[in-house]
């Protein structure tokens, strides 16, 4: 019976695609700071007893995103399951009750939702009491397309070593590092795209501040070390997490929108095609201003 506003949505409205007019004018614009550290390693030894692989992970991000109010207060449009939302009223409850023992017959069903609007003060009340608005308990940002919505400089530091069986030859113990930087913002939309989609959601009435930050497709050049035998050109900044959710993060002091979450595991960083991989340790801190 909830209604979440998916993410998509909100970012369907803000996008490039929506045209050279600012589907947000007048609206105010805010900045985020965010800066992630994150480190990991791992050692696999194979089956044969002789070779082995190893990851040790260091990489960073920081970045300051431009944002705009989308001028949606009622829900929260960064939320995990509802739980930025209210709970459900008595009323709510009983027809979720009603809704159940109707099963599959629709006339149950019909006579339920119109007991339940009758009941309500207004058709307006009624949507409100289904979906849990609460009009003026949010402010929610997004990515702001109309100026710079992204930049500031994705690292990748990697040593990766092992023993390896080269055919025919005995076998050789290596290490070499995997290093490189990204500096954004860069002409390439499909990456921008990715790095863009981030949003942010104020609780106004608990204090509580929750993030939806990049992490998909964001891939960061790298120069592989003299003795490397791969040969990669990039390599994901964070492997495996589609986005990165801090959900009902405390304010910081005197009510400033700031913030640290540390977290034992945020995607993974991998060497030779997945042989190994590490889960990434993550220290996140933000810092949201307007204006």
């Not at 979440?4 to 949505?9: G, H, I, N, Q």
């Not at 007991?115 to 997004?142: C, H, I, L, V």
């Not at 945020?266 to 201003?289: D, M």
Request: proline content about 7%; hydrophobic content about 45%; aromatic content about 6%.
């Amino acid at each position: 019976m909830r209604f979440a506003l998916p993410a998509f949505a909100v970012l369907a409205l803000i996008s490039p695609a929506a045209g050279l007019d600012d589907p947000f004018a007048g609206q105010p614009r805010a900045s985020l700071h965010v800066r992630i550290e994150l480190a990991g390693t791992n050692r696999v030894n194979f089956p044969n007893g002789v070779e082995w692989a190893k990851i040790e992970a260091v990489r960073t991000l920081e970045l300051d995103f431009g944002l705009v109010d989308v001028g949606i207060d009622a829900y929260a449009i960064v939320s995990v399951d509802g739980k930025n939302q209210p709970g459900t009223t008595p009323a709510v409850e009983d027809l979720q009750a009603q809704i159940a023992a109707c099963g599959e017959n629709q006339k149950c069903l019909a006579d339920a939702m119109l007991a339940f609007t009758q009941k309500a003060e207004s058709s307006a009340d009624a949507f409100a009491q289904m979906t849990g608005a609460q009009p003026g308990r949010y402010r929610n940002f997004a990515a702001d397309h109309q100026g710079i919505c992204a930049a500031g400089t994705l690292v990748v530091q990697d040593v990766l070593s092992g023993v390896v069986i080269p055919p025919p030859n005995p076998a050789v113990a290596y290490r070499f590092t995997r290093n490189g930087s990204l500096t954004l913002p860069i002409a390439d939309e499909y990456l921008m795209d990715y790095a863009c989609r981030v949003e942010v959601t104020l609780d106004n009435a608990t204090g509580a501040m929750s993030l939806r930050l990049p992490a998909a497709k964001l891939e960061v050049p790298v120069t592989m070390g003299p003795t490397a035998f791969t040969h990669e050109a990039s390599t994901a900044l964070i492997e495996g997490l589609q986005t990165i959710e801090l959900i009902d993060q405390p304010t910081g002091p005197d009510g400033n929108w700031t913030g640290v979450a540390v977290l034992d595991e945020l995607g993974s960083a991998s060497h030779n095609s997945g042989q190994v991989a590490a889960p990434l340790k993550a220290r996140i801190t933000w810092n949201f201003s307007e204006g």
